[in-house]
């Protein structure tokens, strides 16, 4: 069995950046992606979790990128009960767009 992920979006304004006691780097962020709605004809963005170990980078904010990884699946109590919770654990990052770009709204098309 395979889990790959490979995702092409913008990385909206949440990037974390900490670092564990060992000194290993660790950047939290979002990719912002596009999908059509089959019933409304209306493009949605979705934000995946993402986590990257090692060097950190705060260069991602507002870039388009490209993301390869695997999916890792977490369940947790709350209040509510029991939530899951799924993020990307970054393997290789690639940023196809530099710059503080403004991810695409829901009325447009979305980039290829």
């Known amino acids: 069995?395979?889990?790959?992920v490979k995702l092409e979006g913008f990385v909206?304004?949440?990037v974390k950046v900490k670092f564990t006691q060992?000194?290993?780097g660790v950047t939290n962020f979002s990719v912002s992606v596009s999908r059509k709605n089959k019933e409304t004809g209306k493009y949605i963005n979705e934000y995946m979790s993402c986590v990257l170990f090692?060097?950190?980078r705060d260069d991602l904010e507002g870039a388009?990128?490209?993301?390869?990884g695997r999916l890792q699946v977490e369940s947790r109590e709350t209040s509510e009960g029991k939530r899951t919770y799924y993020s990307v654990?970054?393997?290789?990052i690639e940023i196809v767009q530099a710059g503080k770009s403004?991810?695409?709204d829901d009325s447009e098309e979305p980039f290829n």
């Open 1 to 4: 069995m395979l889990n790959e």
């Open 102 to 104: 403004t991810p695409v």
């Open 22 to 24: 060992s000194g290993l």
């Open 64 to 68: 388009r990128v490209i993301v390869e």
């Open 89 to 92: 654990i970054v393997n290789d």
């Open 12 to 14: 909206p304004k949440n």
């Open 54 to 56: 090692g060097e950190p």
